[in-house]
């Protein structure tokens, strides 16, 4: 349950609490309004304003209830229309309708997509090796050609990755082995594609002494075509160390409406947050801040993981700091899905055919659109979001040369006067 309440709220009880000079703003958090309380539905805006209390309905097993005054077309029915609301600072918003109980459809806000992506395959948080050569490793079997993410993290130097059984006995006895996503003392993230089969993830100490190290083996993030969301790019994205005994690191990001935000990542051992805009002095300067606690996690949690970020429109910082007398290290790629505005969006996307998809060398491009222009630009962007790859479509099918990128998944994206289409390509 997600809550996004500021420290003070007129009319509603509140939590609060401090962990290590930082304080929680509640996210957003689900509540449902009785129509028997003569509820107004909201106006266009989808906004009302609190007026009760918030209460627990023992009966119903609802918490967190709250009755309120609405703007726009009355409701009087004693039963239960079971209205869902997000509480937005001061404001709440109508979400969706739990159920049908005669509200119209016009009087609620827009469908909202739905769909939870969940990306979690393999993971190791916050593991400790004592010596050198000491390893971790984990075996799986993929029924089929999947594309994954590896992302490490790790104090000192250490090895990862997705190898196969023949490479085994290498890994283990701390030999040179081949493998998928390598990481030779880097940290970072790759996607790799692997085929059917059984592999093992592994990861191994290449320090002289103790070292702590994160793993995790995602698979991409994905939404079905009835969200009606398309992914757009990779909106910020870090590799970082982060010094010991109180180095920090913030990054800025602006949530837009008609947009989904998802970002995922891994620490080897770093408090990691998501703040307001005007807390950022605060947390470069160590003094108190506020914070949403439900994008925070303390050393060794799960890390950045995958979240979906449920924020209002506006400018945030997603930060980290080291309170720890070692070096560790983060990665973190945030993603933008765009809303589809029509149908017409939806229809242009599915114009565009790509073959053959994965491909080793070449691949064809086909806008099979009635409506193709000499202005149509092709735009290719690996998975850091850096453009490879910029030229016109002049024509209607034409076929480019890939063979010299790297295994992995890329963005191809089509700029055109009927609509923007991204594919993604998987280059084998």
């Not at 191809?412 to 594919?423: R, T």
């Amino acid at each position: 349950m997600r809550k996004l309440i500021s420290i003070t709220i007129i009319g509603l009880a509140l939590l609060f609490y401090s962990s290590v000079n930082a304080q929680t703003i509640f996210n957003s958090e689900s509540i449902n309004i009785h129509a028997s309380e003569s509820a107004l539905l909201a106006d266009s805006t989808m906004s009302i304003y609190p007026a009760y209390s918030s209460y627990t309905d023992a009966e119903n097993g609802r918490k967190n209830l709250c009755y309120g005054s609405f703007s726009g077309t009355q409701i009087s029915d004693t039963t239960d229309v079971g209205v869902e609301l997000l509480r937005y600072n001061n404001l709440y918003r109508i979400y969706k309708p739990v159920n049908n109980m005669g509200i119209e459809q016009e009087y609620l806000s827009p469908k909202e997509a739905s769909t939870t992506p969940s990306t979690f395959f393999l993971s190791q948080q916050c593991y400790s090796f004592s010596s050198n050569g000491d390893w971790w490793q984990q075996g799986f079997t993929l029924g089929q050609t999947t594309t994954l993410v590896l992302r490490f993290a790790t104090q000192y130097i250490a090895d990862a990755a997705v190898f196969t059984s023949d490479q085994l006995s290498n890994f283990q006895n701390n030999n040179t082995f081949s493998g998928y996503g390598n990481f030779d003392n880097q940290i970072g993230y790759h996607t790799i594609t692997l085929a059917a089969g059984s592999y093992y993830l592994g990861m191994r100490n290449q320090n002289s002494e103790a070292n702590q190290v994160s793993i995790e083996l995602d698979f991409e993030i994905s939404l079905p075509l009835s969200d009606n969301y398309t992914y757009y790019d990779n909106y910020i994205n870090g590799v970082e160390n982060i010094s010991a005994n109180g180095g920090k690191l913030w990054h800025s990001f602006t949530i837009q409406y008609g947009y989904r935000y998802f970002i995922d990542g891994c620490n080897s051992g770093l408090e990691d947050y998501f703040i307001p805009n005007n807390q950022l002095s605060n947390f470069q300067n160590d003094q108190t801040f506020q914070y949403y606690s439900d994008y925070a996690d303390n050393p060794c949690g799960e890390g950045t993981g995958l979240w979906e970020i449920l924020l209002p429109a506006g400018t945030y910082y997603m930060v980290a700091r080291n309170t720890a007398s070692t070096t560790h290290s983060i990665n973190y790629i945030m993603q933008r899905w765009k809303q589809n505005t029509s149908i017409e969006d939806l229809s242009f996307e599915n114009k565009i055919i790509i073959y053959p998809n994965p491909s080793h060398d070449n691949i064809t491009i086909e806008n099979t659109s009635l409506n193709k222009t000499e202005n149509d630009i092709i735009s290719i962007y690996n998975v850091q979001g850096q453009l490879l790859l910029k030229q016109p479509m002049q024509q209607e099918k034409i076929e480019i040369n890939i063979s010299g990128f790297a295994k992995g998944v890329y963005v191809l994206k089509i700029e055109s006067e009927e609509g923007v289409a991204v594919k993604r390509v998987v280059k084998e």
